[in-house]
C-alpha cells in the first residue's frame, strides 16, 4: 500500500542524546515536511524539502536537523541543543512544490525525554 | 507571519445536527484551501479540499469558501459522534500554514 512511514512510533531521549526520527514514502512525492504538535495546539513547521538534496527551515528549526539524500526518505535528528523535544511529530509529503497542493500524514512519533 | 486562526471550541452538537466549523485567513494571496481531521493521539487526515469560491460537497461535508472576506467553513451533515475529533484549517500561499484546530464533540 501506498502510505507515509513514521519510526519508531515511541522515543526516549536522554539528556545530551542526538536522536533520529524516520520517515519513508512511496507516493513518488517531491515534497517533505517535519512539523511538531505540542498538547492542544497546532502544527508547527520544523523543516521541509521539495526536491533531492535540498530543504529550507521552517519557523521552528532551532535544534533540529534533516537530510534528504533519496526522494523517498526525509530523516529528522533531534539534536541536544533541541531543550524541549517532548512533542508529537509528524511528517507529511506532497505532489506540489508550491503550498496549492494538500500535504498527507504518517502516523507520527512520540518523543519524550527520560 | 501567515496567520490561520479558528475557534479553539470545544463546539458540542447533539447527534444529527448541523456542526459548522469556521476558519479565517490574512494571506489574500492564498490560493488552497483544506480541512483536517485528528482524532485524539492520531495524525491528521485530509478530509476536503477548496480552491475557488463557492461550495463544495463530499457525503456530508460541505466546505465553503469565501476568498473576498477570506473566510473558509466546513459544514458537517447528520453529525455522528464518530465525527468527533479535533479539525484543522490549513491555508496555502508558497507553503501549507495550519489553524490550531476546533475541538468537535458530537453527543450521543
Known amino acids: 500500500d501506498g502510505g507515509i512511514t513514521q519510526s519508531p512510533k515511541y522515543l526516549f531521549r536522554k539528556e545530551g542524546q542526538n536522536v533520529t526520527l524516520s520517515c519513508e514514502q512511496n507516493?513518488?512525492?517531491?515534497?517533505m515536511y517535519w512539523y511538531r504538535q505540542d498538547p492542544g495546539q497546532g502544527l508547527r513547521l520544523i523543516y521541509y524539502s521539495q526536491i533531492v538534496n535540498d530543504f529550507q527551515k521552517g519557523d521552528i528549526a532551532e535544534g533540529y536537523s534533516v537530510s534528504r539524500e533519496k526522494k523517498e526518505s526525509f530523516p529528522l535528528t533531534v539534536t541536544s541543543a533541541q531543550k524541549n523535544p517532548t512533542a508529537f511529530y509528524l511528517c507529511?509529503?506532497?505532489?506540489?512544490?508550491?503550498?496549492?497542493?494538500?500535504?498527507?500524514f504518517g502516523d507520527g512519533t512520540r518523543l519524550s525525554i527520560l | 507571519q501567515k496567520e490561520v486562526e479558528q475557534n479553539s471550541g470545544p463546539l458540542s452538537v447533539p447527534e444529527g445536527a448541523i456542526a459548522s466549523l469556521n476558519c479565517t485567513y490574512s494571506?489574500?494571496?492564498?490560493?488552497?484551501f483544506f480541512w483536517y481531521r485528528q482524532y485524539s493521539g492520531k495524525s491528521p487526515e485530509l478530509i476536503m479540499s477548496?480552491?475557488?469560491?463557492g461550495d463544495k460537497e463530499d457525503g456530508r461535508f460541505t466546505a465553503q469558501l469565501n476568498k473576498a472576506s477570506q473566510y473558509v467553513s466546513l459544514l458537517i451533515r447528520d453529525s455522528q459522534p464518530s465525527d468527533s475529533a479535533t479539525y484543522l484549517c490549513a491555508v496555502g500561499a508558497n507553503n501549507l500554514f495550519f489553524g490550531t484546530g476546533t475541538r468537535l464533540t458530537v453527543i450521543p
Open positions: 507529511a509529503s506532497g505532489t506540489g512544490r508550491e503550498g496549492n497542493q494538500p500535504q498527507h
Open positions: 507516493l513518488n512525492h517531491d515534497a
Open positions: 494571506d489574500r494571496g492564498s490560493q488552497s
Open positions: 477548496i480552491y475557488s469560491n
